[in-house]
């Protein structure tokens, strides 16, 4: 297994490559909106200085809303600790075709990742929070970023996890990118993020989920980009 410091260096040039944004003429006025939620699980392995999650989940807050997010697309900002704060939720508009401004993306990407407070993880409150929002904008197709570790055992809702994505899956949802998925091990002595796959179920093996380690960011996230594009079609 690659070492962080490596697989991280290669995800700062990844995105460093996609900082310049596809072309107005590709995902401009033109093409279909999309509700953007990003979704930050601050609890557990986040705390945790080896694997890097806090700066790794601003890197991609930061990059989703300058890279992903068009005039007409709405967007909406979770926090997760012990419950959901919603920390934006409006809808884009620029006449100018101007992307989103880089002093508002610092802002809220610094706001998403702030550390919790607390004890609890509403991983699974969070996924409903971002199916509430979606439900909101039905003619928009909903791409939706959650950076979690994936350690489900504080969450008092994990038993509903299954049921409530494969809702998620079932309205009109474009991509699920889950990324930082944690490598420690579980209570049972299992990988934090196999577990995690496991209580999704069949809907993990869906072709709209794009599952990331805490490795391997840099290897998924095109996809990601690749998916929003199509979306946008």
């Given at each position: 297994?690659?070492?962080?410091?490596?697989?991280?260096?290669?995800?700062?040039?990844?995105?460093?490559?996609?900082?310049?944004?596809?072309?107005?003429?590709?995902?401009?006025?033109?093409?279909?909106?999309?509700?953007v939620v990003i979704?930050?699980?601050?609890?557990?392995?986040?705390?945790?200085?080896?694997?890097?999650?806090?700066?790794?989940?601003?890197?991609?807050?930061?990059?989703?809303?300058?890279?992903?997010?068009?005039?007409?697309?709405?967007?909406?900002?979770?926090?997760?600790?012990?419950?959901?704060?919603?920390?934006?939720?409006?809808?884009?508009?620029?006449?100018?075709?101007?992307?989103?401004?880089?002093?508002?993306?610092?802002?809220?990407?610094?706001?998403?990742?702030?550390?919790?407070?607390?004890?609890?993880?509403?991983?699974?409150?969070?996924?409903?929070?971002?199916?509430?929002?979606?439900?909101?904008?039905?003619?928009?197709?909903?791409?939706?970023?959650?950076?979690?570790?994936?350690?489900?055992l504080d969450d008092?809702?994990?038993?509903?996890?299954?049921?409530?994505?494969?809702?998620?899956?079932?309205?009109?949802?474009?991509?699920?990118?889950?990324?930082?998925?944690?490598?420690?091990?579980?209570?049972?002595?299992?990988?934090?993020?196999?577990?995690?796959?496991?209580?999704?179920?069949?809907?993990?093996?869906?072709?709209?989920v794009i599952l990331?380690?805490?490795?391997?960011?840099?290897?998924?996230?095109?996809?990601?980009?690749?998916?929003?594009?199509?979306?946008?079609?």
């Amino acid at each position: 297994m690659p070492t962080f410091h490596t697989s991280f260096s290669r995800f700062l040039a990844v995105l460093a490559t996609l900082a310049c944004p596809t072309s107005a003429i590709d995902l401009g006025l033109t093409s279909p909106p999309l509700h953007v939620v990003i979704a930050v699980d601050m609890t557990g392995s986040s705390k945790n200085p080896a694997f890097g999650y806090t700066q790794q989940a601003r890197l991609i807050a930061q990059n989703v809303l300058l890279n992903q997010v068009r005039s007409g697309d709405t967007v909406t900002l979770l926090h997760i600790c012990g419950g959901v704060k919603t920390i934006a939720d409006f809808q884009y508009q620029s006449a100018s075709k101007a992307l989103m401004p880089k002093a508002d993306i610092l802002r809220y990407a610094s706001a998403v990742t702030a550390p919790c407070k607390g004890k609890g993880s509403a991983i699974t409150a969070g996924f409903e929070t971002a199916l509430k929002a979606g439900q909101r904008t039905k003619a928009a197709k909903a791409v939706i970023v959650y950076f979690t570790d994936g350690a489900l055992l504080d969450d008092p809702q994990r038993a509903n996890l299954p049921a409530l994505f494969g809702k998620l899956l079932g309205r009109n949802t474009a991509s699920v990118f889950i990324a930082g998925l944690s490598p420690e091990t579980d209570a049972a002595g299992g990988s934090i993020r196999d577990s995690f796959t496991e209580q999704l179920g069949k809907a993990a093996d869906d072709g709209r989920v794009i599952l990331a380690g805490a490795y391997d960011l840099a290897n998924v996230y095109p996809s990601f980009a690749a998916a929003v594009k199509e979306a946008r079609k």
